[in-house]
């Protein structure tokens, strides 16, 4: 660059809103946006979730209808939590052909074909009674392997309903090969695998284990989920989850982890997913409504700056309504 000012005017691409628009480096599509979903078992109308305001957990019925109104605004996907009415030490619930989300996929795979993806996440916490993501041990610890093989019949059975995409959150060592085994072994070898590649142990979950049911009855999961202090180990996580399989890989969250988002998306070549989860949904939510911040702008800021960031889709729960706003 040789010119200076006066000859130099950045600002002069900045004057109108129609050449900033076109000028823009970095845009959003309701393409690339994934709304997740709570489907709970045993309600009959829809339950506002007090700690994040306009999400709710949903009836089977009204899951079918969110589902409709999110692909009509374009979103990219839809992918789906389970509350079970009854809990156990092992998650029975989760595999169960009669289970709330293997109901719920056979609902939406029945409604919406092929008009957008339709993916689960893979976790233990929502169905087990201690909360954690795991078999515990007799002293209470995280079996890893035992959970694995958890884990392998819960992806059979969601992609026997008709998941097209299937997400392990639980960061137990070698789970993307585990369902990436059970997968082919039962025939879905054309069944993708988002791995939760990058989860780290944050306190910004504390509102979804409100939506999700799924607070630990003792302890945490600080000995899965990664320490907020560490970077280079993400990339460790990355390349396991990718060696073993994953065809999607993800940092979670997204807000505070956007440089890495940089270093993943910088990495490697599969497409790289953030979830902007649901602290960073209620802080936004509670500053607007208490008039401290514009909630649209904020939103949009929030959105662009992942993918400015390097991710290529991103899981939020503001997906509809921010792909009608586009």
């Keep these: 660059m040789t010119a200076q000012f006066p000859v130099a005017r950045p600002r002069r691409l900045r004057r109108t809103p129609a050449l900033r628009r076109m000028v823009a480096e970095t845009r959003l599509s309701p393409a690339e946006l994934v709304l997740p979903m709570f489907v709970k078992e045993g309600i009959t109308e829809p339950q506002p979730i007090a700690s994040m305001p306009g999400v709710v957990q949903h009836t089977r019925d009204s899951l079918r209808k969110a589902a409709h109104e999110a692909v009509e605004a374009g979103v990219g996907g839809l992918i789906l939590f389970g509350i079970p009415a ?32 339709v993916m689960t996440d893979l976790c233990l916490d929502e169905y087990t009674d201690h909360g954690h993501c795991g078999v515990l041990t007799g002293a209470g610890e995280i079996d890893n392997d035992a959970t694995l093989e958890r884990y392998a019949s819960i992806a059979v059975a969601q992609a026997a309903a008709g998941s097209a995409v299937i997400g392990p959150s639980g960061m137990m060592d070698g789970q993307v090969g585990a369902i990436r085994e059970a997968l082919d072994g039962a025939g879905y070898q054309d069944i993708s695998i988002l791995g939760y590649s990058v989860k780290y142990a944050s306190a910004y979950y504390g509102p979804f284990r409100e939506a999700a049911e799924c607070a630990p009855q003792f302890g945490d999961r600080s000995t899965h989920q990664q320490d907020p202090a560490n970077a280079e180990e993400s990339l460790r996580e990355v390349f396991l989850d990718l060696d073993e399989g994953a065809d999607m890989v993800m940092v979670k969250p997204a807000g505070a982890y956007l440089d890495i988002v940089r270093r993943v998306r910088d990495a490697v070549d599969v497409p790289v997913v953030a979830y902007q989860v649901s602290g960073e949904y209620s802080m936004i939510e509670a500053a607007a409504e208490r008039g401290w911040i514009d909630r649209e702008r904020t939103i949009h800021e929030s959105l662009i700056s992942m993918r400015r960031a390097g991710a290529d889709l991103i899981l939020t729960y503001w997906a509809t309504e921010v792909a009608r706003a586009l």
């Excluded at 989760?94 to 709330?100: C, E, K, L, R």
């Excluded at 939406?108 to 092929?114: A, M, N, V």
């Design 86 to 117: 009854v809990k156990d030490g092992v998650g029975s619930g989760a595999d169960d052909p009669a289970g709330i989300v293997q109901l719920a996929l056979r609902d939406l795979t029945t409604d919406l074909g092929d008009a957008t993806v």
